[in-house]
């Protein structure tokens, strides 16, 4: 497989994450974000992902492409179903695929690189308003996946029970994003205490942005 990733991109952290909870081998194929101009703007980017984003994955040389973390994440849970990312119970699956879509659909799309892009290259606004409005996204969104877990019985070492999963794979990169950003955690002590849990994983160090190939 390859994984076309930029190491800062929450979205690409989320599939390294996955890969590396069940034991996938992958070719990382760097697109970076901000040198020539953004490399997922280039044609050649563009004729494997249309939407000119990260992560994409190829499953097989010649093979189809997948783009959008999520549906990654579904495809490799269900083509390589141990470790499960999901629950085996109903109700479990769509508690955990709501709080990774409280992270993936509500929190990261408006703190997107072409969102803070737009921002202050189109609207106008001074870096200190970009940075108030990355907070406020940010602390808002937390506040809501941190009493979400707290109020759960189903909350355990990790998001969902004793093991990490779907869920996980989302929360940990965004985390980083508002640590990196300077935005608070103490607030959010659960989520401190599940992050922790889950750093302590050797799947989550090998997926760490940090820890890439392509990292600057």
């Known amino acids: 497989m390859q994984l076309y990733s930029y190491f800062r991109s929450s979205a690409a952290y989320r599939v390294r ?3 590396a909870l069940k034991g996938l081998s992958y070719e990382t194929i760097p697109i ?5 101009g953004g490399q997922q703007n280039a044609s050649h980017y563009r004729s494997i992902n249309p939407q000119g984003l990260v992560p994409a994955l190829q499953t097989a040389e010649g093979g189809p492409v997948l783009a959008q973390s999520l549906a990654i994440l579904e495809y490799l ?3 390589y179903p141990e470790p499960a990312l999901l629950p085996a119970d109903a109700m479990g699956r769509a508690r955990v695929r709501a709080i990774a879509q409280m992270v993936a659909c509500d929190i990261h799309p408006l703190n997107n690189l072409r969102v803070l892009r737009y921002l202050v290259r189109d609207l106008g606004l001074s870096h200190e308003q970009k940075d108030a409005w990355y907070a406020h ?5 937390l506040q809501a996946v941190e ?6 019985s ?6 969902h029970g004793d093991t990490p999963g779907l869920a996980d794979c989302c929360l940990v990169p965004q985390y980083a994003n508002a640590q ?7 607030p959010y002590p659960t989520i401190e205490r599940i992050v922790s849990n889950c750093q302590a ?3 989550f160090v090998q997926a760490a942005p940090q820890n890439q190939p392509d990292a600057d």
Do not use: M, N, V
């Open 147 to 152: 009493d979400t877990l707290a109020r759960s």
């Open 154 to 159: 189903d909350t355990g070492r990790f998001c």
């Open 201 to 203: 994983l050797p799947a």
């Open 32 to 36: 970076h974000l901000l040198k020539d």
């Open 17 to 19: 994450i996955a890969l």
């Open 137 to 141: 996204w940010i602390a808002l969104g």
């Open 77 to 79: 849970d269900e083509t």
């Open 180 to 186: 990196r950003a300077g935005c608070p955690t103490q």
